[in-house]
C-alpha cells in the first residue's frame, strides 16, 4: 500500500520508461486527513519509489474512486488535479500541483476554473500532450443552471495559469467520469 494504511484514490500514467502513481489515503487507521503520495516506476530499475508527499502544504483532497485524483508528466515535468472541500459534499475547487524536478518538490498551481463565484467542479480528467501542454475536463454548473456541463482548459506553463475554460457541452451526465485520450 506504498505506506498508506489504505488508499482511496490515486491515477496513474505512462511516458516512455517510467510509469507516474499520485495515490491517496489514510496514513493510519485513525487519521482524518489523506495524504497524497507521488511514485514512479523505472522500467530499468524495475522497482516503485517512493518520491514525495504531496499534501503537507498543498490545500486537502475530497477525491475517491470514480471522482480520482489526477496526474500527467511531459518529461520530467509533472502535473496533479484534485479537488478540495466546497459548498456541497462531492464538488469543490480544483487544486493543481506541479513538479519541475521530476517529482521530487511540489508547488501549488492555478485553478483551471475561471469563475472564483462558482469554481465548484467534479470528475477531473487531465493530459499532456507532445508540446507540453496539459487538459483538464471537468463538469460544473458555474451558472447554477440545475446541470451540470463539461468544461476544458489547458496551460502551457505546467499549471501555474490556465486559459479561459471553454463549454464542451451546456448538459452532461452529472455522475459519471470523464477521460480525453490524446491521438
Not at 502544504?57 to 485524483?69: C, F, H, M, Q, V
Not at 467542479?121 to 483538464?136: F, N, P, S, T, V
Not at 499549471?159 to 448538459?171: C, H, I
Request: net charge negative.
Amino acid at each position: 500500500t506504498f505506506g498508506l494504511y489504505s488508499i482511496t484514490t490515486f491515477d496513474i500514467t505512462e511516458q516512455v520508461g517510467v510509469i507516474h502513481l499520485l495515490i491517496g489515503g489514510k496514513k493510519t487507521v485513525d487519521s482524518k486527513k489523506p495524504t497524497l503520495r507521488y511514485l514512479r516506476y523505472d522500467y530499468d530499475e524495475q522497482q516503485w519509489q517512493i518520491i514525495a508527499t504531496l499534501d503537507e502544504k498543498l490545500p486537502e483532497t475530497i477525491a475517491s474512486r470514480g471522482n480520482d485524483i489526477q496526474i500527467a508528466a511531459h518529461n520530467h515535468l509533472l502535473l496533479a488535479l484534485w479537488q478540495t472541500k466546497g459548498e456541497l459534499p462531492g464538488i469543490g475547487p480544483i487544486v493543481s500541483a506541479y513538479s519541475t524536478d521530476a517529482g521530487k518538490t511540489w508547488r501549488q498551481g492555478a485553478n483551471p476554473v475561471a469563475s472564483a463565484e462558482n469554481n465548484n467542479a467534479a470528475y477531473i480528467d487531465l493530459i499532456a500532450d507532445e508540446k507540453g501542454r496539459y487538459h483538464a475536463v471537468w463538469l460544473s454548473d458555474p451558472e447554477e443552471k440545475g446541470h451540470q456541463s463539461l468544461y476544458h482548459s489547458y496551460t502551457r506553463d505546467n499549471g501555474k495559469s490556465w486559459r479561459q475554460p471553454a463549454l464542451l457541452d451546456e448538459a452532461t451526465c452529472a455522475c459519471c467520469w470523464n477521460k480525453m485520450i490524446h491521438t
